[in-house]
């Protein structure tokens, strides 16, 4: 049941669609009180109409619905708004810890005299269990069985607790391992572009769909004209128990496409040059908006392809108006025809339907391509951004090998793998992954990199014996096209089978490189490569073995996996040659435009999506057979090294402890510029001699069953041990270091930052984090705030933030301060050896200006001014009450 507000603007208004009668908050309406908004970009266009809705002169105003009225004459605007979302979505990774504190929410609410029923989600939230798949097995028929198998094996615990939520909670579902990504999921079933649902009074109320999601790629539905992005799982949880979103009205960057593409070039050729360009442009915390004649000659998978990637280009989101575009890929993915109609009548009549008659909105800056002068390119070797025409990645590399992984002496230094009949070397390709995610939503790339495969399968050509090759589809659908189209027969052919629905090598899931390979690269510190068809490619995140990752379209990465290293330029170089000697290049192997069009017009058809999702919910034989334990409050195992209740309301009480100023804190880190949140968050696998391997080694847990970190997000023993540990951070308080070490400043010693941390608090020292430009890019990842928390760091001093990962500072109770413009650590002669105290910290206000002081080894002392990047009363709420969920609790319990 949809809550609505009191309508004091007079708003709403009715549309009958196939005789049936919806109502809605009218936007035309709407503009006889606040003024002509009939030219606001559409993702602002769906803001007002969630303020229009839920106005109810408290937590929305009507000043607040005129303050987008007057976004259209600025463009721009300071105010603050309450923003409510339909629905949440979840991956298993960032959903178990959800799910976790829901659970502990349950038994603190009980501690507190209250109903721990209250607990449950108030807008409907589904879950999908897609990253614990790993690429164990591969390049066999049987590698698909063999990894749900380990998968089920590896996270029978988490699995276990999921089917308890899935019970337990009300208006909360969960799709099973195995069956896709959860943006795929969205895509194709979840969103409805338009959602309805009955309000109080029993009207049935239609209005946008939106969301927000535990995974930043959640933008991939805009791509559907659905409003959505990331947000960390602490947002997401305030969002399901009724707290609205706290943001400032964004920027609206408009990104003008005209044009088509050329002959070859590929929708992901097309999103690494948009991520390039935005980059470049700069769009952290906007909203991009793409319009102009050219979208009309992109596909919706391709819109997708391209909305997917926000986050790696930095924008909150990046949104396709709704047209008949919109339309068409709803009746391919066999969406209901009425809900289909409504979604046309609804749009038309709010104002939010693009044609080619529509009159460009009006943005606060904008950008533009023409998609005829976008060329084949890759990635890499380590930011999305940094894109390379695909005739130079071989002298790239080269420059990169020389340069900055420092192999000028022997560049082309090759070592014998033990038992096999090749060698290896710098710039081999290990692996070769088509991974779900930004492409496989997209059949086009999906098709072209089958019939790659094909036509290289037909020339006798193979992928090296080196290269680990994955195929990981973001949908059971796409077996069923592949299948149609006999192009699974090819794909297997060269090694690319079937290894499980899910996210795979993007998330660090790329599974064990062959031993003899991997001892070879390790042995010998060979800078071997990486080809994926995903969007994350930062160091360390696809493979400890692998330095140098490169995202590629997915027939590029079938064509790398033939070629067997990025040292030579394939669009030049033969890639192989055909048994009676020819030689065969790309060009010989590179489908053409029309055969890929024909392909995917005669295989994708409604009634697979029909089928496919019919029983989305139901899962397999493996699922079916998972026993639940629990009532209304779960029963925590002690002996689980997978769940765990966590500390975050131990001896809580109606009133929260008062908030102090920070007084003689130390630093735990002092860190450069673009510190992700893979570094700080426990990601990818646990090593043994790590303080996580060491917890589980004392509770008998063998190496082989450590599983990796984000498996065991829902325990935080092990979590707050991996904070600050990834094997490629660099510490400048431990110099000539790399990993998760820093120097505990009383001793000197240098020790894991965990242990430092704990010895901190034995002798009460608060600690700080002092970083560079971009702190916390990447995903949205809440253990990069839990975990920050948990060690006892209680601000962070960063030249700029990352939107999410400020937001989940935040909501966990963590100072987030930002230097003076122009101001950082070094030009500040900060060594991190000094002690900090922060005033102001007892009554603050959003984006105040506070002092911070220190006193240096040597007893000398100084001072500086920072900002508080608390940006929004709601957040101070939160602060001073421990946090969000503290906050939430409290007010249900009350």
Not at 503 to 516: V, W
Not at 555 to 577: C, H, M, N, Q, W
Not at 609 to 634: K, L, P
Not at 868 to 877: K, S, V
Request: a negative charge; glycine letters at 10%.
């Amino acid at each position: 049941m949809t809550a609505i507000g009191q309508d004091t603007l007079g708003t709403r208004a009715t549309i009958e669609v196939e005789g049936k009668r919806y109502d809605y908050y009218s936007i035309p309406a709407a503009q006889a009180k606040i003024g002509d908004v009939s030219r606001l970009p559409f993702s602002m266009k769906v803001l007002l109409e969630n303020l229009l809705r839920f106005e109810d002169g408290t937590t929305v105003t009507v000043e607040d619905v005129k303050a987008i009225a007057d976004w259209a004459k600025e463009r721009r605007s300071d105010r603050e708004i309450q923003y409510r979302p339909a629905r949440v979505l979840m991956q298993d990774f960032t959903g178990v810890p959800a799910v976790v504190d829901l659970a502990a929410m349950r038994d603190a609410m009980a501690q507190l005299g209250g109903d721990p029923q209250k607990i449950n989600p108030l807008v409907p939230v589904d879950l999908v269990i897609d990253h614990s798949v790993m690429v164990d097995e591969f390049g066999t028929p049987q590698a698909f069985e063999h990894n749900v198998e380990l998968e089920y094996a590896r996270n029978m615990e988490r699995y276990e607790f999921l089917r308890w939520g899935s019970t337990a909670l009300r208006n909360f579902r969960v799709v099973p391992p195995g069956t896709g990504i959860c943006h795929q999921v969205n895509l194709e079933y979840l969103a409805q572009t338009v959602w309805v649902s009955q309000a109080a009074d029993g009207a049935e109320i239609a209005y946008p769909d939106t969301l927000v999601g535990t995974d930043s790629h959640t933008t991939m539905v805009n791509g559907l004209g659905v409003l959505g992005w990331g947000v960390g799982g602490i947002e997401a949880e305030a969002a399901m128990l009724g707290q609205p979103v706290s943001m400032l009205i964004p920027e609206v960057v408009g990104f003008r496409l005209t044009g088509m593409l050329a002959e070859g070039v590929t929708a992901t050729d097309l999103v690494l040059t948009v991520t390039q360009m935005l980059r470049k442009k700069g769009v952290v915390g906007r909203f991009v908006e793409f319009y102009g004649p050219g979208l009309d000659a992109l596909t919706l998978a391709d819109r997708a392809t391209i909305a997917n990637m926000a986050p790696e280009y930095g924008a909150t989101c990046g949104f396709f108006p709704v047209d008949s575009k919109t339309l068409d890929y709803m009746r391919l993915t066999g969406r209901d025809d009425h809900r289909i109609a409504v979604v046309e009548a609804y749009c038309k009549a709010q104002g939010m339907w693009r044609d080619a008659s529509t009159p460009d909105p009006v943005f606060t800056d904008t950008l533009e391509l023409d998609l005829g002068s976008v060329q084949p390119s890759l990635a890499g070797p380590r930011r999305p951004q940094d894109r390379v025409l695909l005739g130079q990645v071989d002298e790239a590399f080269e420059a990169e090998l020389l340069g900055s992984y420092g192999k000028a002496e022997n560049p082309d230094f090759r070592v014998p793998v033990q038992g096999a009949a090749h060698d290896i070397g710098h710039g081999d390709v290990v692996i070769a992954a088509i991974t779900s995610c930004t492409n496989t939503s997209n059949p086009n790339v999906l098709v072209a990199a089958g019939l790659v495969a094909r036509k290289a399968r037909a020339l006798g050509l193979d992928r090296k014996p080196w290269v680990k090759t994955s195929f990981a589809p973001g949908s059971q659908v796409v077996t069923d096209y592949f299948n149609k189209s006999g192009l699974t027969e090819d794909m297997d052919a060269l090694g690319f089978n079937l290894v499980g629905y899910g996210c795979t090598t993007c998330i660090g899931n790329s599974g064990p490189l062959p031993e003899p390979i991997s001892q070879a690269v390790n042995k010998n510190d060979i800078v071997a490569a990486s080809v994926l068809s995903g969007n994350r490619n930062f160091e360390g995140r696809v493979s400890p073995d692998v330095k140098a990752n490169y995202l590629a379209s997915p027939p590029l990465v079938v064509a790398y996996a033939i070629a067997g290293t990025i040292r030579s330029d394939i669009t030049e170089t033969p890639l192989g040659k055909t048994p009676d000697g020819r030689d065969v290049y790309l060009k010989d192997i590179w489908p053409t435009n029309q055969e890929v069009a024909e392909m995917v017009q005669g295989a994708v058809t409604p009634a697979m999506f029909r089928e496919r999702y019919a029983n989305v919910f139901q899962g397999d034989s493996h699922w079916q057979a998972i026993r639940v334990t629990g009532g209304d409050t779960y029963k925590w195992n002690a002996g689980s090294t997978y769940v765990q209740n966590p500390p975050y309301f131990e001896g809580m009480t109606m009133t929260p402890a008062a908030v102090t100023d920070i007084v003689g804190a130390k630093a735990l880190a002092l860190l450069g510029d673009s510190i992700t949140t893979d570094h700080i968050s426990p990601a990818g696998s646990i090593k043994l001699d790590s303080p996580a391997g060491q917890y589980l080694t004392d509770r008998q847990v063998p190496k082989a069953e450590f599983n990796s970190y984000g498996a065991r997000r829902g325990n935080h023993e092990v979590m707050m041990r991996g904070t600050f540990a990834n094997i490629r951070i660099r510490n400048r308080l431990a110099p000539g270091t790399e990993g998760g070490v820093t120097t505990y400043l009383p001793t000197g010693e240098v020790m894991p930052i965990y242990d430092a941390a704990m010895k901190y608090k034995e002798t009460g020292t608060p600690l700080v984090i002092l970083a560079g430009k971009e702190y916390g890019t990447g995903s949205s990842r809440d253990w990069a705030a839990k975990g920050t928390n948990l060690l006892g760091v209680r601000a962070v001093i960063a030249e700029s933030f990352e939107r999410i990962h400020r937001s989940n500072l935040v909501g966990m109770g963590v100072l987030a301060l930002q230097f003076p413009e122009g101001q950082s650590a070094e030009s500040l002669g900060l060594k991190g050896d000094e002690a900090f105290t922060i005033e102001g910290v007892a009554n603050l206000k959003p984006r105040q200006t506070l002092t911070v002081k220190y006193t240096r080894a040597d007893g000398s002392s100084g001072q500086f001014d920072a900002l508080c990047r608390i940006d929004t009363e709601n957040e101070i709420d939160y602060f001073y009450a421990g946090g969000i969920l503290p906050y939430v609790l409290r007010k249900l319990a009350a």
